[in-house]
């Protein structure tokens, strides 16, 4: 017996389940057991009467009920009755008693319909307990029996008018969840009453109401409309969610009635429950694709005045400061993203996936990726949660696998993971893999290989077999590796083994006759039929390449023909024909032979075959035309096939929705609209009365728009709720500003867009989306182009174009080109590609792009690194990177928010590796320690300089206990790196730590010891490593410049190398010697270089102004003036340097 | 949103159903029945399952399946979510989420399920609402409830569920007013066959057991905030603060709750602090072999490696092993481990392919997650605080204060053994 016969079983029937005990001490009349089966249709009857006293006269309700009670004295059922009996006493504990024997009997799936009318009466007790479970009746069996329901509506309908708000919500909640028909308008008159309540409460329950009623009578679909776009103006967090619901499933294209609410529920959304911003953020990826402009789009170039001063004026958002920004955004689309951001902190596994799918839909493409964190944050929570984010991530893995690598090790296979874990996860690797790190993914693969779940293993091949084909590097590793597996013990891999093989060997039709005979040679062995018929299918593609063994295989397989599975039988009869083709006079007897099999096989594949191929290459007289092509047809070049990921289709689908987990599409999925190419009018989210008004530090070298003013309108009439109004001014006072500020910088980007946009589709034009940008902004923009033509090259937290764009070498040319064919947009995309300075080098080594353009202008060792990132694929970036980089933006928001506002410390540019010996191994002991400064923010302490220090054991026995000593002075502030255990002859490891140099380039002395020695070093820094970068414009950079005159002046007249003279040299010159970051600047003689101590944060700006004859003015403006003078001569220094 | 849900025990029997809306059929669990037969292990079911009209996500706890029956277009996540909620909430309820709390409680599972959910998109589902509105059954109210006809459903209404803070319930009162912080973290690591460490990386969570009067506003602030490197807060954190201040400020529900669970970040590999070596040997022509097993403790700072528990996973096909530890002691549940498919005896032949061993175990790391101090405003009592430090510890023990330190668990697993074979457990255990 199956399993579902079993449960057919269980099935309730209409029998009626067996009475329970009931109660001792309680009296029972069992001669009722005997009872007459008429009694269902009394039942019945009285039922009738009910409801005919029910219609004439409504409100005498109380009446019918007396009226059942005194009838059902005979309405004896086999079964129920002592229940009914119980219902009827006068107590209230029997009456519980009873109920809940009766929700026992639902929760079971048994019958309990025949106590409908005992059941009903009690729905006016004053029981809380009894009257919940006969709510929980009610709901269960109203639908079944319609009109008895009718007699407790008018207890709801009383209840409705209750002054306590919870009871008038539960009524509302069950009269709405009785699915009877009649009452449809009762529901709807109650509906709108309720939207009107007071209480949240009770207004939330309505817009719960509003879906019941529509599912049961959708000819109401204009009235709960009306309700619907009342309560979307509601302004409490508990009505929120509730409603965007309802109008997600009433009508989830009146997408109009969202305008006015926009911003609304976007400062509302953090202070929502947690299912309603699931609900509310899913429905605002939909708002927002139809409402804003793709973000997305090539060769936008960004300002970074604007960009930096955008964030200035949001301080909770310093950690965005990160994430570039390459394109004007409707405020209003960057209000949505900034809101939704902190929910990636969310307990709520549905909440964290749904930003993370608005995100990957909504934001650009660089911003992404803080939601990488958090989805592999979801990969420690429950396995089915595990399952969707996989899948999700496997998505997301194909189009960017950047995202994604540097938390490659998270998706290491455990051997606890279900299997269905196991195989996503593969996938995921494989999507990942490339050429960098690939050799990591196949030792992971090979511990694969060898699981015991089968499946898996299978499917651990399989991924092999895409590695190989995707890269090409790796493909005769692969390959000899799965030649390997071919004699493995376990049949499963074998077999799934040749079907890989069979695959790389059709992508790579070069010579493998080896592995095809050696493939033959185990043909014998092998007897999954899907790997014989591959082994029969290579012999025959390639039997010129094995002459002396395919015909003796097809021997064996005459022989054996009989009794092969269809599959192999198919193959057979190929490799006969192809055979018979390529050398007749060994094999035609053979063909023949199993030709004729065929013909009188039992499978009509088969025989069909068979009657194909010999009418295809036996000639004779009744063969036409076709004969002479036979060769053709059977041994055409077959293309290989793709090996793909099973997931490259999916982004069809929304992430983290059912369709996408299905891959089909389920009932009610919306499909999420494509970008418009004219973003529809904004000013419909006006709304009258919002927020009060913000007051903006006027920023520098920055024109207010007017626009953003006409936007945030100042008058207020109306305050929001206290919670909200005071989340949300703050947002909405940032995102104001943000507004102004980037639509005054985004002319620039506009304009290459909208070039971008006519160059590409020629069709539509540019002036659409003009919609925003005012006659400052162009004017503006004209003044910025003037100053950016000359200096395309050294601009700090350069433009981070657009990731596409920088996806992979070709794509970036071919679209810089295109982009070059009108000529408007020319110097804007070059200016693009150019901007990736080397400042952002290390920012992109993580989004693992690379511009080919930056590689010429980067330091020769860093390019010498840097020719990996040609390669499509992403390299292995460090791991300590990125955690730095994320670390970075949290030190950004905790200690540096002393910095003036003009200036923003940015992440380090490159680093020029020069490495110093700390330690020599002649007088270590062999223990020898290099360090060099690794330029980034130390992770320990604000304040400290990082070092990275290289130790090396060139003993030839291990050194324990490696650790850092005393130290002198004896304040020194040194974070220690954590002792090491245990090194081992001609092993290295490299540790870092973290210095407080306090601004002075003292040496720090401390000792290095091992288990037994202790050896004295020390570390004296070039003053150029005890600045950080910082960022500012040139206004910033000159008004801060003034600041520092006088005694914080320090000049000299240099003469540099004349090699060094171009702007690239310089940078690179000066940024070799100092941690500084490049400021841009509008003339080609002035170079400037802004950069602040570490420790107690002083500025230090670097100005060199070009004089004939390779002479140069150099000076530096700090308090430090004795730093001032050692970085200039070190600058001094390294600038003559040729 | 969700339908039906349907509890389907380890033995395929529908031992309860709930609907929100017009019922659905239980046979449409057949679907889903199909899933299981595929499925060789009761994990492998998939969680999204497609039938003709409906769509059935499940997922397990407890050996229970939770199946929810959806019709229409959700995210998936969002209703595997709500289940696991209302996992926990039986759990915190029943103590157990057994198939036999579950039945004996029907009733106040019903009621439970009734406010969670309406018309299936989720209504309440924090405990303190729930327990404001269905107290939980203790054996004292039940006695009390059958002699005297009270109930079990609270008398006044929930008033969190409207206030700004709609975790915590109102009018909370104690005599000692106590706070209890457990900070654990654990290590989770992937070790390769040769003994290094592929992957090592430390979780952490706070529970907190809050037990304070009236409405506290609590701040707690951390010595060095900047391990967190990925957090996930409680609802009742306030964002904002934590990113200006690095400081979790909060009121707090009443009861147990987890405040904060979060990713450490170190830039060195995470030291782990015992070693383990494994060898495995087949005799060839015998269904026997032979497991070694070595674990021992690393250098560990001076801290001894406590309480360490190595289980292992073997394969179905062992029907017997016979260890000798060399300290402590071992058990060996033959159901478990050896019950499951006896089928696929026979398949597997004597080799010497020794599969990886693969080892997850939690134990002390490089720095650990300080928390510098806790105030409380709003409030004029002085609480009692607590504040526990743990590398993983299994049970949330309470009255337990004292800062333990290098508590490991151990859990070793997945080795391939022959049929019936002979296991040598050699333990080096920890000092």
Same mark, same amino acid.
């Given at each position: 017996?199956?399993?579902?016969?079993?449960?057919?079983?269980?099935?309730?029937?209409?029998?009626?389940?067996?009475?329970?005990?009931?109660?001792?001490?309680?009296?029972?009349?069992?001669?009722?057991?005997?009872?007459?089966?008429?009694?269902?249709?009394?039942?019945?009857?009285?039922?009738?009467?009910?409801?005919?006293?029910?219609?004439?006269?409504?409100?005498?309700?109380?009446?019918?009920?007396?009226?059942?009670?005194?009838?059902?004295?005979?309405?004896?059922?086999?079964?129920?009755?002592?229940?009914?009996?119980?219902?009827?006493?006068?107590?209230?504990?029997?009456?519980?008693?009873?109920?809940?024997?009766?929700?026992?009997?639902?929760?079971?799936?048994?019958?309990?319909?025949?106590?409908?009318?005992?059941?009903?009466?009690?729905?006016?007790?004053?029981?809380?307990?009894?009257?919940?479970?006969?709510?929980?009746?009610?709901?269960?069996?109203?639908?079944?029996?319609?009109?008895?329901?009718?007699?407790?509506?008018?207890?709801?309908?009383?209840?409705?008018?209750?002054?306590?708000?919870?009871?008038?919500?539960?009524?509302?909640?069950?009269?709405?969840?009785?699915?009877?028909?009649?009452?449809?308008?009762?529901?709807?008159?109650?509906?709108?009453?309720?939207?009107?309540?007071?209480?949240?409460?009770?207004?939330?329950?309505?817009?719960?109401?509003?879906?019941?009623?529509?599912?049961?009578?959708?000819?109401?679909?204009?009235?709960?409309?009306?309700?619907?776009?009342?309560?979307?103006?509601?302004?409490?967090?508990?009505?929120?969610?509730?409603?965007?619901?309802?109008?997600?499933?009433?009508?989830?294209?009146?997408?109009?009635?969202?305008?006015?609410?926009?911003?609304?529920?976007?400062?509302?959304?953090?202070?929502?429950?947690?299912?309603?911003?699931?609900?509310?953020?899913?429905?605002?990826?939909?708002?927002?694709?139809?409402?804003?402009?793709?973000?997305?789009?090539?060769?936008?170039?960004?300002?970074?005045?604007?960009?930096?001063?955008?964030?200035?004026?949001?301080?909770?958002?310093?950690?965005?400061?990160?994430?570039?920004?390459?394109?004007?955004?409707?405020?209003?689309?960057?209000?949505?993203?900034?809101?939704?951001?902190?929910?990636?902190?969310?307990?709520?596994?549905?909440?964290?996936?749904?930003?993370?799918?608005?995100?990957?839909?909504?934001?650009?493409?660089?911003?992404?990726?803080?939601?990488?964190?958090?989805?592999?944050?979801?990969?420690?929570?429950?396995?089915?949660?595990?399952?969707?984010?996989?899948?999700?991530?496997?998505?997301?893995?194909?189009?960017?696998?950047?995202?994604?690598?540097?938390?490659?090790?998270?998706?290491?296979?455990?051997?606890?993971?279900?299997?269905?874990?196991?195989?996503?996860?593969?996938?995921?690797?494989?999507?990942?893999?490339?050429?960098?790190?690939?050799?990591?993914?196949?030792?992971?693969?090979?511990?694969?290989?060898?699981?015991?779940?089968?499946?898996?293993?299978?499917?651990?091949?399989?991924?092999?077999?895409?590695?190989?084909?995707?890269?090409?590097?790796?493909?005769?590793?692969?390959?000899?590796?799965?030649?390997?597996?071919?004699?493995?013990?376990?049949?499963?891999?074998?077999?799934?083994?040749?079907?890989?093989?069979?695959?790389?060997?059709?992508?790579?039709?070069?010579?493998?006759?080896?592995?095809?005979?050696?493939?033959?040679?185990?043909?014998?062995?092998?007897?999954?039929?899907?790997?014989?018929?591959?082994?029969?299918?290579?012999?025959?593609?390639?039997?010129?390449?094995?002459?002396?063994?395919?015909?003796?295989?097809?021997?064996?397989?005459?022989?054996?023909?009989?009794?092969?599975?269809?599959?192999?039988?198919?193959?057979?009869?190929?490799?006969?024909?192809?055979?018979?083709?390529?050398?007749?006079?060994?094999?035609?007897?053979?063909?023949?032979?199993?030709?004729?099999?065929?013909?009188?096989?039992?499978?009509?594949?088969?025989?069909?075959?068979?009657?194909?191929?010999?009418?295809?290459?036996?000639?004779?007289?009744?063969?036409?035309?076709?004969?002479?092509?036979?060769?053709?047809?059977?041994?055409?070049?077959?293309?290989?096939?793709?090996?793909?990921?099973?997931?490259?289709?999916?982004?069809?689908?929304?992430?983290?929705?059912?369709?996408?987990?299905?891959?089909?599409?389920?009932?009610?999925?919306?499909?999420?609209?494509?970008?418009?190419?004219?973003?529809?009018?904004?000013?419909?989210?006006?709304?009258?009365?919002?927020?009060?008004?913000?007051?903006?530090?006027?920023?520098?070298?920055?024109?207010?728009?007017?626009?953003?003013?006409?936007?945030?309108?100042?008058?207020?009439?109306?305050? %929001?709720?206290?919670?909200?109004?005071? $989340?949300?001014?703050?947002? !909405? *006072? =940032?995102? #104001?500003?943000? +507004? @102004?500020? /980037? &639509?005054?910088?985004?002319?620039?980007?506009?304009?290459? %867009?909208?070039?971008?946009?006519?160059? $590409?589709?020629?069709?539509? !034009? *540019? =002036?659409? #989306?003009?919609? +925003? @940008?005012? /006659? &400052?902004?162009?004017?503006?923009?004209?003044?910025?182009?003037?100053?950016?033509?000359?200096?395309?090259?050294?601009?700090?937290?350069?433009?981070?174009?657009?990731?596409?764009?920088?996806?992979?070498?070709?794509?970036?040319?071919?679209?810089?080109?295109?982009?070059?064919?009108?000529?408007?947009?020319?110097?804007?995309?070059?200016?693009?590609?150019?901007?990736?300075?080397?400042?952002?080098?290390?920012?992109?080594?993580?989004?693992?792009?690379?511009?080919?353009?930056?590689?010429?202008?980067?330091?020769?060792?860093?390019?010498?690194?840097?020719?990996?990132?040609?390669?499509?694929?992403?390299?292995?970036?460090?791991?300590?990177?990125?955690?730095?980089?994320?670390?970075?933006?949290?030190?950004?928001?905790?200690?540096?928010?002393?910095?003036?506002?003009?200036?923003?410390?940015?992440?380090?540019?490159?680093?020029?590796?020069?490495?110093?010996?700390?330690?020599?191994?002649?007088?270590?002991?062999?223990?020898?320690?290099?360090?060099?400064?690794?330029?980034?923010?130390?992770?320990?302490?604000?304040?400290?300089?990082?070092?990275?220090?290289?130790?090396?054991?060139?003993?030839?026995?291990?050194?324990?206990?490696?650790?850092?000593?005393?130290?002198?002075?004896?304040?020194?502030?040194?974070?220690?790196?954590?002792?090491?255990?245990?090194?081992?002859?001609?092993?290295?490891?490299?540790?870092?730590?973290?210095?407080?140099?306090?601004?002075?380039?003292?040496?720090?002395?401390?000792?290095?010891?091992?288990?037994?020695?202790?050896?004295?070093?020390?570390?004296?820094?070039?003053?150029?490593?005890?600045?950080?970068?910082?960022?500012?414009?040139?206004?910033?950079?000159?008004?801060?410049?003034?600041?520092?005159?006088?005694?914080?002046?320090?000049?000299?007249?240099?003469?540099?190398?004349?090699?060094?003279?171009?702007?690239?040299?310089?940078?690179?010159?000066?940024?070799?010697?100092?941690?500084?970051?490049?400021?841009?600047?509008?003339?080609?003689?002035?170079?400037?270089?802004?950069?602040?101590?570490?420790?107690?944060?002083?500025?230090?700006?670097?100005?060199?102004?070009?004089?004939?004859?390779?002479?140069?003015?150099?000076?530096?403006?700090?308090?430090?003036?004795?730093?001032?003078?050692?970085?200039?001569?070190?600058?001094?220094?390294?600038?003559?340097?040729? | 949103?969700?339908?039906?849900?349907?509890?389907?025990?380890?033995?395929?029997?529908?031992?309860?159903?709930?609907?929100?809306?017009?019922?659905?059929?239980?046979?449409?669990?057949?679907?889903?029945?199909?899933?299981?037969?595929?499925?060789?292990?009761?994990?492998?079911?998939?969680?999204?399952?497609?039938?003709?009209?409906?769509?059935?996500?499940?997922?397990?706890?407890?050996?229970?399946?939770?199946?929810?029956?959806?019709?229409?277009?959700?995210?998936?996540?969002?209703?595997?979510?709500?289940?696991?909620?209302?996992?926990?909430?039986?759990?915190?309820?029943?103590?157990?989420?057994?198939?036999?709390?579950?039945?004996?409680?029907?009733?106040?599972?019903?009621?439970?399920?009734?406010?969670?959910?309406?018309?299936?998109?989720?209504?309440?589902?924090?405990?303190?609402?729930?327990?404001?509105?269905?107290?939980?059954?203790?054996?004292?109210?039940?006695?009390?409830?059958?002699?005297?006809?009270?109930?079990?459903?609270?008398?006044?209404?929930?008033?969190?569920?409207?206030?700004?803070?709609?975790?915590?319930?109102?009018?909370?009162?104690?005599?000692?007013?106590?706070?209890?912080?457990?900070?654990?973290?654990?290590?989770?690591?992937?070790?390769?066959?040769?003994?290094?460490?592929?992957?090592?990386?430390?979780?952490?969570?706070?529970?907190?057991?809050?037990?304070?009067?009236?409405?506290?506003?609590?701040?707690?602030?951390?010595?060095?905030?900047?391990?967190?490197?990925?957090?996930?807060?409680?609802?009742?954190?306030?964002?904002?603060?934590?990113?200006?201040?690095?400081?979790?400020?909060?009121?707090?529900?009443?009861?147990?709750?987890?405040?904060?669970?979060?990713?450490?970040?170190?830039?060195?590999?995470?030291?782990?602090?015992?070693?383990?070596?494994?060898?495995?040997?087949?005799?060839?022509?015998?269904?026997?072999?032979?497991?070694?097993?070595?674990?021992?403790?690393?250098?560990?700072?001076?801290?001894?490696?406590?309480?360490?528990?190595?289980?292992?996973?073997?394969?179905?096909?062992?029907?017997?092993?016979?260890?000798?530890?060399?300290?402590?002691?071992?058990?060996?549940?033959?159901?478990?481990?050896?019950?499951?498919?006896?089928?696929?005896?026979?398949?597997?032949?004597?080799?010497?392919?020794?599969?990886?061993?693969?080892?997850?175990?939690?134990?002390?790391?490089?720095?650990?997650?300080?928390?510098?101090?806790?105030?409380?405003?709003?409030?004029?009592?002085?609480?009692?605080?607590?504040?526990?430090?743990?590398?993983?510890?299994?049970?949330?023990?309470?009255?337990?204060?004292?800062?333990?330190?290098?508590?490991?668990?151990?859990?070793?697993?997945?080795?391939?053994?022959?049929?019936?074979?002979?296991?040598?457990?050699?333990?080096?255990?920890?000092?």
């Amino acid at each position: 017996m199956t399993k579902a016969e079993r449960r057919l079983q269980w099935k309730p029937g209409w029998r009626a389940p067996r009475p329970p005990p009931a109660p001792s001490g309680l009296p029972l009349d069992f001669s009722a057991l005997t009872s007459k089966i008429g009694a269902m249709r009394t039942v019945l009857v009285s039922a009738e009467n009910l409801q005919l006293t029910l219609k004439t006269e409504p409100s005498q309700e109380e009446q019918a009920l007396t009226h059942t009670k005194s009838s059902p004295k005979e309405t004896h059922k086999a079964g129920n009755e002592d229940l009914k009996e119980m219902l009827e006493s006068n107590k209230d504990s029997l009456k519980l008693e009873a109920m809940k024997r009766v929700v026992g009997l639902i929760a079971k799936g048994k019958n309990a319909s025949e106590l409908f009318p005992a059941v009903v009466k009690n729905v006016a007790s004053k029981n809380i307990e009894l009257k919940k479970l006969v709510y929980v009746y009610l709901v269960r069996y109203a639908e079944e029996q319609q009109d008895l329901a009718l007699l407790s509506i008018s207890t709801f309908q009383r209840a409705l008018k209750d002054p306590n708000q919870f009871i008038r919500g539960s009524a509302l909640r069950v009269l709405s969840s009785i699915r009877v028909p009649i009452i449809v308008p009762i529901m709807m008159l109650a509906i709108k009453e309720a939207a009107a309540d007071l209480s949240p409460y009770v207004r939330k329950t309505s817009a719960h109401a509003i879906q019941k009623l529509y599912s049961m009578d959708p000819d109401q679909k204009e009235q709960l409309i009306e309700v619907i776009e009342k309560l979307l103006k509601d302004k409490s967090t508990l009505v929120a969610g509730s409603v965007v619901l309802a109008f997600e499933e009433v009508c989830p294209d009146r997408i109009d009635l969202i305008h006015k609410n926009y911003r609304k529920l976007c400062n509302l959304l953090v202070d929502v429950e947690e299912w309603g911003q699931v609900v509310i953020i899913s429905m605002l990826t939909r708002y927002a694709r139809t409402q804003f402009t793709s973000p997305w789009k090539e060769g936008a170039t960004f300002d970074e005045n604007n960009e930096k001063a955008f964030y200035e004026s949001d301080s909770e958002e310093k950690k965005d400061q990160m994430e570039a920004q390459p394109y004007i955004m409707d405020p209003d689309h960057r209000l949505l993203l900034r809101n939704t951001k902190p929910l990636l902190q969310s307990r709520n596994t549905a909440v964290v996936m749904s930003v993370a799918q608005l995100y990957w839909h909504l934001a650009p493409k660089h911003e992404v990726n803080i939601v990488t964190k958090s989805l592999v944050r979801l990969l420690r929570s429950h396995r089915e949660v595990q399952y969707i984010v996989l899948q999700n991530i496997a998505t997301m893995s194909i189009q960017r696998k950047g995202m994604f690598e540097p938390f490659m090790k998270s998706f290491y296979v455990r051997s606890t993971d279900a299997t269905h874990i196991k195989t996503l996860k593969l996938e995921i690797l494989t999507n990942l893999a490339n050429e960098a790190n690939i050799s990591t993914i196949l030792r992971e693969f090979q511990t694969y290989v060898k699981s015991q779940d089968k499946a898996f293993a299978a499917a651990t091949i399989q991924a092999i077999g895409r590695c190989a084909t995707n890269i090409s590097e790796v493909t005769d590793t692969c390959l000899s590796g799965l030649v390997l597996l071919l004699s493995n013990r376990d049949e499963t891999v074998v077999a799934e083994s040749v079907v890989v093989i069979k695959k790389l060997l059709q992508t790579q039709p070069t010579q493998h006759s080896e592995i095809i005979k050696h493939m033959a040679k185990l043909f014998d062995n092998i007897t999954v039929s899907m790997a014989r018929a591959s082994i029969l299918w290579l012999m025959g593609e390639y039997c010129e390449r094995v002459p002396k063994i395919a015909p003796d295989v097809l021997r064996k397989m005459a022989k054996t023909f009989t009794a092969e599975e269809d599959i192999v039988k198919l193959q057979t009869v190929n490799l006969a024909a192809k055979l018979y083709l390529t050398n007749s006079k060994q094999t035609k007897l053979l063909t023949q032979y199993i030709l004729n099999l065929g013909k009188y096989d039992q499978s009509y594949d088969i025989r069909d075959r068979t009657r194909f191929i010999r009418q295809l290459i036996v000639p004779n007289e009744k063969s036409g035309a076709l004969n002479k092509y036979a060769r053709r047809i059977l041994l055409a070049p077959k293309p290989a096939p793709v090996l793909e990921s099973a997931f490259k289709d999916r982004d069809r689908y929304q992430l983290g929705t059912l369709s996408h987990s299905l891959n089909t599409k389920a009932t009610g999925y919306l499909e999420l609209s494509d970008w418009p190419a004219v973003a529809p009018d904004q000013s419909v989210r006006n709304v009258e009365v919002i927020e009060p008004v913000q007051e903006w530090a006027p920023l520098v070298g920055k024109t207010k728009k007017p626009k953003s003013d006409k936007f945030y309108s100042d008058d207020e009439e109306e305050k %929001e709720e206290e919670r909200s109004e005071s $989340s949300g001014s703050k947002d !909405s *006072s =940032s995102s #104001s500003g943000s +507004s @102004s500020e /980037e &639509s005054g910088s985004g002319s620039e980007e506009e304009s290459s %867009e909208e070039s971008e946009h006519t160059s $590409s589709d020629s069709g539509k !034009s *540019s =002036s659409g #989306s003009e919609k +925003s @940008s005012s /006659e &400052s902004d162009s004017e503006q923009k004209k003044k910025k182009k003037m100053m950016k033509a000359p200096q395309k090259k050294s601009k700090p937290t350069a433009a981070f174009s657009d990731s596409d764009e920088n996806g992979n070498g070709p794509v970036a040319q071919a679209s810089s080109s295109s982009a070059k064919s009108s000529s408007d947009s020319e110097t804007d995309s070059e200016d693009d590609s150019d901007s990736d300075s080397p400042a952002t080098q290390q920012k992109k080594k993580r989004d693992v792009k690379l511009n080919p353009k930056v590689e010429v202008k980067s330091k020769v060792e860093v390019s010498l690194l840097d020719l990996d990132d040609f390669s499509p694929a992403p390299t292995n970036a460090p791991k300590s990177l990125v955690v730095s980089s994320s670390l970075l933006s949290d030190l950004e928001g905790l200690s540096l928010s002393n910095i003036s506002s003009t200036m923003q410390v940015t992440t380090p540019s490159f680093g020029p590796v020069k490495t110093y010996e700390l330690l020599h191994h002649m007088t270590g002991k062999g223990l020898s320690a290099k360090y060099h400064f690794s330029r980034q923010p130390c992770l320990y302490q604000p304040n400290m300089v990082a070092v990275q220090v290289i130790l090396t054991n060139s003993s030839d026995h291990s050194l324990e206990e490696i650790h850092i000593g005393d130290r002198s002075p004896a304040s020194l502030n040194i974070h220690c790196f954590n002792t090491i255990e245990r090194l081992e002859p001609e092993a290295s490891v490299t540790v870092s730590m973290g210095i407080d140099f306090s601004d002075s380039t003292q040496a720090a002395n401390f000792q290095l010891c091992t288990k037994e020695d202790q050896f004295s070093v020390s570390i004296q820094p070039a003053v150029g490593e005890l600045l950080m970068p910082s960022t500012m414009t040139e206004q910033d950079f000159i008004k801060e410049q003034g600041k520092l005159l006088g005694m914080n002046e320090t000049s000299a007249t240099i003469t540099m190398a004349t090699a060094n003279t171009s702007s690239q040299a310089i940078s690179k010159h000066v940024l070799c010697a100092a941690n500084v970051g490049v400021v841009s600047s509008s003339e080609n003689s002035f170079h400037r270089f802004a950069g602040q101590t570490v420790s107690s944060g002083a500025l230090v700006l670097v100005s060199l102004e070009l004089k004939e004859s390779s002479t140069a003015l150099l000076t530096i403006n700090t308090e430090k003036s004795v730093m001032a003078s050692m970085l200039l001569r070190d600058l001094k220094q390294s600038l003559a340097q040729a | 949103m969700i339908h039906s849900l349907f509890l389907i025990n380890a033995s395929g029997d529908i031992f309860l159903e709930k609907h929100w809306k017009s019922v659905v059929s239980r046979s449409v669990c057949d679907y889903f029945f199909e899933a299981q037969e595929r499925a060789t292990e009761p994990e492998n079911v998939p969680p999204v399952i497609p039938t003709p009209h409906h769509y059935l996500i499940s997922v397990l706890r407890h050996r229970i399946y939770f199946v929810a029956v959806i019709q229409s277009e959700v995210p998936p996540l969002f209703v595997i979510e709500f289940l696991h909620r209302v996992v926990d909430t039986f759990q915190d309820y029943f103590g157990v989420c057994t198939e036999a709390a579950i039945k004996d409680n029907v009733v106040v599972v019903y009621e439970l399920l009734e406010e969670m959910l309406d018309n299936g998109f989720p209504l309440a589902t924090e405990s303190n609402i729930l327990k404001e509105l269905i107290k939980p059954p203790t054996i004292l109210r039940t006695m009390v409830n059958t002699i005297t006809g009270s109930t079990n459903v609270g008398e006044q209404l929930p008033t969190g569920q409207l206030s700004v803070v709609p975790w915590r319930r109102t009018g909370v009162k104690y005599t000692n007013n106590e706070a209890y912080f457990d900070v654990v973290e654990e290590i989770d690591a992937i070790i390769d066959k040769s003994g290094s460490t592929i992957t090592a990386e430390i979780q952490g969570v706070i529970d907190a057991c809050v037990k304070l009067t009236g409405m506290p506003d609590l701040t707690l602030s951390f010595m060095n905030p900047r391990l967190l490197d990925d957090v996930s807060f409680h609802p009742c954190v306030r964002f904002k603060r934590w990113e200006a201040e690095r400081i979790l400020s909060f009121i707090p529900p009443d009861g147990n709750f987890r405040l904060l669970s979060y990713h450490v970040s170190s830039q060195n590999l995470v030291a782990i602090p015992v070693y383990i070596k494994h060898n495995i040997t087949f005799r060839e022509g015998s269904s026997q072999g032979r497991f070694d097993l070595t674990l021992g403790p690393k250098q560990t700072m001076g801290k001894a490696v406590e309480s360490v528990l190595v289980s292992s996973q073997l394969p179905r096909g062992v029907l017997n092993a016979n260890l000798n530890p060399t300290q402590g002691t071992y058990t060996f549940d033959p159901v478990t481990k050896a019950g499951r498919t006896p089928a696929e005896v026979g398949s597997r032949s004597a080799g010497s392919d020794a599969p990886p061993a693969r080892l997850a175990h939690t134990a002390r790391e490089v720095e650990r997650l300080k928390v510098n101090r806790l105030d409380m405003y709003g409030e004029k009592y002085k609480p009692f605080k607590g504040i526990k430090y743990m590398t993983k510890a299994g049970k949330f023990q309470r009255d337990d204060l004292v800062c333990i330190t290098g508590v490991s668990t151990l859990t070793y697993e997945t080795v391939t053994l022959e049929p019936s074979s002979i296991i040598t457990f050699t333990s080096a255990g920890p000092n």
